[in-house]
């Protein structure tokens, strides 16, 4: 995920620009560490922990990882 997602953002970059892609990231960011958050939190539905994390892995490799590596 990581991987594909960084190569995905490299282009993106091209065409949306830094700033664009870094406000989209923490948009997607900001919810995802919540909800590990409150899974860790409350004990309860560690199903979704997983989720949570390829959302997270997802939106940093394309926002934060690929801005600040390019």
């Known amino acids: 995920m ?3 997602f960084t190569i995905v953002a490299m282009f993106l970059i091209d065409h ?3 700033r664009t892609i870094l406000l989209i990231g923490a948009v997607g960011l900001a919810p995802s560490l ?3 958050a409150a899974i860790f939190h409350y004990h309860r539905h560690q199903e979704l922990l997983i989720w949570c994390l390829v ?3 997802t939106f940093f490799a394309t926002s934060q ?3 600040v590596y390019i």
Do not use: Q, T
Request: hydrophobic share 60%; charged share 5%.
């Open 34 to 36: 919540a909800g590990m």
């Open 16 to 18: 949306l620009g830094r």
């Open 65 to 67: 990882g690929a801005v």
């Open 2 to 4: 990581n991987f594909f």
């Open 55 to 57: 959302v997270y892995i």
